[in-house]
């Protein structure tokens, strides 16, 4: 919270001194410059999805390791999760599912059985929607505790990791998270196929850019500001797996990755 506010002084200090400087040719050229670097480092902090500024966020091993994680964002989707559940117990892969609550009510079997397949449960929201990414907290705590609320509902646990949708964090998200004591999960790399239906061009996008102790974003879940089909998400994903291991890459479940708990005990949870 001290953090939070520090920032916040900052940020508001730094236009206030735009403000205060703009006086004169010189003045103006001062202001303009204070307040595009006040300006710029805000916005660093809510689009850069592995940024700390605004809330605390992992999104790659403490140490080095050669192993990763795969997650997988948007669902659970009654028509892609339970295929990527499919290919994942054949390959004999654990991943991260960072769910969408609406969704979760509407799949609450979908979502038991990721849980009771091994597979790790992360809140992704309530909604999904674009503008909660800059809401304020009243907003924002709704969309984390509702979200919890549905997964505890359906697999009895309570999820430690949040992922904004499209990565984007604001201050107020940073203070609910500590609230909730909760921590944000940015990635290192992505396949880009919540907009691709190229499966080779996904697989490879993955395997290329991979490197030990990142996290992996993948979707099992259409829709959503990306497209409606993840047939190409399925195809590539047992070549994303052969690809991974051929680099000598063992994928592990994000918490044992970061070696941070997966889920709120009773004590934690709000």
Request: hydrophobic share 50%; charged share 20%.
């Amino acid at each position: 919270m001290i953090k939070a506010i520090f920032i916040k002084v900052v940020a508001i200090a730094g236009i206030a001194a735009s403000l205060r400087f703009g006086q004169g040719a010189d003045g103006w050229i001062a202001a303009g410059v204070i307040f595009t670097l006040t300006l710029a480092w805000i916005s660093w902090g809510v689009f850069n999805v592995n940024s700390s500024l605004w809330a605390d966020t992992v999104w790659r091993a403490p140490e080095p390791v050669k192993a990763v994680a795969l997650t997988f964002d948007d669902g659970p989707d009654a028509r892609f999760t339970q295929q990527i559940l499919e290919v994942l117990a054949d390959k004999g892969v654990k991943a991260c599912f960072f769910s969408v609550g609406s969704r979760v009510i509407d799949n609450p079997d979908i979502t038991h059985a990721i849980h009771q397949q091994g597979h790790m449960l992360g809140n992704h929201s309530e909604s999904h929607a674009m503008w909660i990414n800059f809401s304020l907290h009243k907003r924002l705590r709704r969309e984390v505790r509702d979200t919890n609320a549905a997964i505890k509902q359906a697999a009895g646990v309570v999820p430690r990791f949040y992922r904004a949708p499209h990565g984007f964090k604001n201050p107020a998200l940073g203070d609910i998270l500590a609230q909730e004591g909760m921590l944000a999960v940015g990635w290192q790399v992505r396949g880009f196929d919540a907009v691709s239906g190229n499966a080779a061009k996904i697989a490879e996008r993955v395997v290329d850019g991979a490197k030990g102790g990142g996290v992996i974003l993948l979707h099992d879940g259409a829709g959503l500001q990306g497209s409606d089909d993840r047939s190409a998400t399925v195809d590539a994903l047992p070549v994303i797996i052969d690809g991974l291991r051929a680099k000598g890459l063992e994928i592990v479940r994000l918490d044992e990755l970061l070696k941070i708990d997966a889920y709120l005990k009773s004590e934690e949870a709000a």
